[in-house]
Nanobody, 115 residues
């Protein structure tokens, strides 16, 4: 069993930055592929960024060059550094962990980009 707890969301002005954190419980955290998804009102949940257990990353085209995903296995934490934020980035951001068919989700953290 893995539990995921996100933090770091909030209100930021356009052009600003936020760093989201996802703390994972469980001794086997390091073997999970991790990711960040987001869901805006009226939209489907979409992948933002992902990082494998080996450290390979991929990003949605809309965030490439602005967002960076990383993980610290010693702290059982995955991060999402978000720069140059725009109102279109406003959404609830969810942490995701997957090992084969086993999937876990965090409760989500709200990110609002507005002046």
């Amino acid at each position: 069993q893995v539990q995921l707890v996100e933090s770091g969301g909030g209100l930021v002005q356009p052009g600003g930055s936020l760093r989201l954190s996802c703390a994972a419980s469980g001794r086997v955290y390091r073997v999970y592929d991790m990711g960040w998804y987001r869901q805006a009102p009226g939209n489907e949940r979409e992948l933002v960024a992902a990082i494998t257990s080996g450290g390979s990353t991929n990003y949605a085209d809309s965030v490439k060059g602005r967002f960076t995903i990383s993980r610290d296995n010693g702290k059982n934490t995955v991060y999402l550094q978000m720069n140059s934020l725009t109102p279109e980035d406003t959404a609830v951001y969810y942490c995701h962990a997957q090992l084969s068919r086993i999937i876990y989700w965090g409760q989500g953290t709200q990110v609002t980009v507005s002046s």
